[in-house]
T-cell receptor, first 116, second 116 residues
Framework: DGGITQSPKYLFRKEGQNVTLSCEQN?????MYWYRQDPGQGLRLIYY???????QKGDIAEGYSVSREKKESFPLTVTSAQKNPTAFYLC???????????????FGPGTRLLVL | AQKITQTQPGMFVQEKEAVTLDCTYD???????LFWYKQPSSGEMIFLIYQGSYDQQNATEGRYSLNFQKARKSANLVISASQLGDSAMYFCAMREGRDSNYQLIWGAGTKLIIKP
């Protein structure tokens, strides 16, 4: 089955600790995205990547880092510089090109990050 | 200024009734795309329907249809014959312009509760 997986489902972070959220897709999509969702809010873009070995900052990149070494994988690291990391994190992917099916972003199940 | 506005924070609807969720958008770009996503309590974002700015007809996908009124800049989601499983958060999003790297701008969402 093609899809997007995120792990872990829940993640706890201690003060001063870096943590990494996993996102894997087997849809052969070129573009991948990371979003943050706070309670009762819409989504805010953290980072996105259009192709392997390339990524760009979104609206709220401070305190986060990413890598894109493989097409299938786009891990997000929440660094100790992110002072308020408690949120729901969603990863998405999109096929390249134009047209409705290629503009649509498809999402993983999400990771809830909590600070201890 | 808000680019995507969802004016209904919450709605209660009787099962089997039709539902209209409002979305207005603001853009001066002639090329854009509009999306609706459903987010159940599990958290995953589920793509429902897409409307391109140049599409002549309103988009439909099963029980979902998009009432696209370009002059009014509105893209309301209509759910026919609502079901208990339709209870969820619903988000409207916009892809603005051709060179936006397909970033989406999100509304704050509407919480829909279907009553039995």
């Amino acid at each position: 089955d093609g899809g997007i997986t995120q792990s872990p489902k829940y993640l706890f972070r201690k003060e001063g600790q870096n943590v990494t959220l996993s996102c894997e897709q087997n849809l052969n999509h070129d573009a991948m995205y990371w979003y943050r969702q706070d309670p009762g809010q819409g989504l805010r873009l953290i980072y996105y990547s259009q192709i392997v070995n390339d990524f760009q900052k979104g609206d709220i990149a401070e305190g986060y880092s990413v890598s894109r070494e493989k097409k299938e994988s786009f891990p997000l690291t929440v660094t100790s510089a992110q002072k308020n990391p408690t949120a729901f994190y969603l990863c998405a992917s999109r096929a390249s090109g134009r047209g409705p099916t290629r503009e649509t972003q498809y999402f993983g199940p999400g990771t809830r990050l909590l600070v201890l | 200024a808000q680019k995507i506005t969802q004016t209904q924070p919450g709605m209660f609807v009787q099962e089997k009734e039709a539902v209209t969720l409002d979305c207005t958008y603001d853009t001066s770009d002639p090329s854009y795309g509009l999306f609706w996503y459903k987010q159940p309590s599990s958290g995953e974002m589920i793509f429902l329907i897409y409307q391109g700015s140049y599409d002549q007809q309103n988009a439909t996908e099963g029980r979902y249809s998009l009432n696209f009124q370009k002059a009014r800049k509105s893209a309301n989601l209509v759910i026919s014959a609502s079901q208990l499983g339709d209870s969820a958060m619903y988000f409207c999003a916009m892809r603005e312009g051709r060179d936006s790297n397909y970033q989406l701008i999100w509304g704050a969402g509407t919480k829909l509760i279907i009553k039995p």
